[in-house]
């Protein structure tokens, strides 16, 4: 009776281990002392192997609280983490968002190189009076956001790869509670890098959407204005033209509202949900504060010198970008 009651210990143990994935070679010797006769050690050999079929049973008959404390030795345990290997899941993600970030970069890059000619006029005097102010800035807006959507899809691509290659070398501890617990803790730069940066993208990309779609189709455009400077019509016809262009005008206005308001119910949809889910961060802020320290950390702290002439690169380029529209203002007062 006593050996019989050894026998049911190591058995339901094994099941135990069984349920976290352990391998039974790692809890046997410990308990092999409790067993004593050949015929109890056979017994116990045959309970291991049907450990699985014991776990599956017990969690069958009890509750899942119940179950949870046969198998675990009580209610103490029953919180203790359990840690599984999400190798695969680390390695999914960094394969699967550059797929989509290859298609923003593609797309960006095409739309650069559009709206030359408009561009160009900005500053051509024959041109002038055709492009009006809100037009001029428009116009450089769509050039910038496109620029940005480029970059930082770029940067989502080649560091997603990186961070894949990292993976496949497996020399990290790929036990973790989660796959982004484990990713945070083994790669947490290249996955705050990419998670950042193709989110971020997703914002530029609809803003140069949204501006190439008001330049194109003219939604900025006040023909009543153009019909002002025309002294040479008579009066009769001028007052009808006029008319008639501030009916248009008006229709151009609801519909740059309607577009402006459609991509900004999304942009606001699409960032209520990211800050929802960012667990680690309040919103994206937070998450763009967290990504600038980890960048200055590499700089500067771990001092890669690639890593500083990047930084400097980028307050340049900020700085070009701030002297750039402090200059239009004042062009445009």
Request: proline fraction near 3%.
């Amino acid at each position: 009776m006593k050996a019989l009651c050894r026998i049911i210990v190591v058995a339901t143990q094994a099941a135990a281990f069984s349920l976290a994935k352990v391998p039974a070679t790692n809890f046997a010797p410990s308990l092999w002392p409790l067993i004593t006769g050949r015929r109890a050690g056979a017994i116990a050999i045959h309970s291991m192997k049907a450990a699985p079929i014991l776990s599956k049973t017990i969690l069958a008959l009890f509750p899942a609280s119940i179950g949870g404390i046969l198998l675990r030795g009580g209610g103490a345990a029953a919180d203790t983490v359990v840690t599984q290997n999400f190798y695969g899941d680390a390695l999914g993600f960094f394969g699967a968002i550059r797929i989509p970030a290859t298609f923003f970069a593609g797309s960006s890059l095409a739309a650069i190189f559009t709206l030359k000619s408009a561009f160009s006029s900005l500053s051509s005097n024959n041109e002038e009076g055709k492009i009006t102010t809100l037009e001029r800035r428009v116009i450089k807006f769509y050039h910038l956001t496109s620029l940005l959507a480029f970059l930082l899809s770029l940067n989502t691509v080649v560091a997603a790869t990186s961070a894949h290659t990292s993976i496949l070398h497996g020399r990290f501890n790929q036990m973790a509670e989660s796959a982004y617990v484990l990713m945070s803790r083994e790669f947490e730069y290249e996955f705050v890098s990419v998670r950042w940066s193709f989110l971020t993208s997703i914002f530029c990309f609809l803003g140069m959407v949204t501006s190439r779609v008001l330049i194109e189709f003219g939604l900025l455009r006040k023909e009543c204005e153009e019909t002002k400077k025309d002294n040479t019509l008579p009066s009769i016809e001028f007052g009808s033209l006029k008319k008639h262009d501030e009916t248009r005008d008006e229709t151009r206005k609801d519909m740059a509202m309607l577009v402006v308001c459609s991509v900004g119910a999304l942009a606001a949809h699409l960032l209520s949900d990211v800050n929802q889910k960012l667990r680690c961060w309040p919103s994206l802020i937070g998450m763009t504060v967290h990504l600038a320290q980890l960048v200055m950390k590499r700089a500067f702290v771990e001092k890669r010198p690639l890593q500083i002439v990047s930084v400097l690169c980028t307050l340049t380029s900020v700085f070009y970008v701030g002297k750039l529209a402090v200059r239009d203002i004042k062009e445009g007062t």
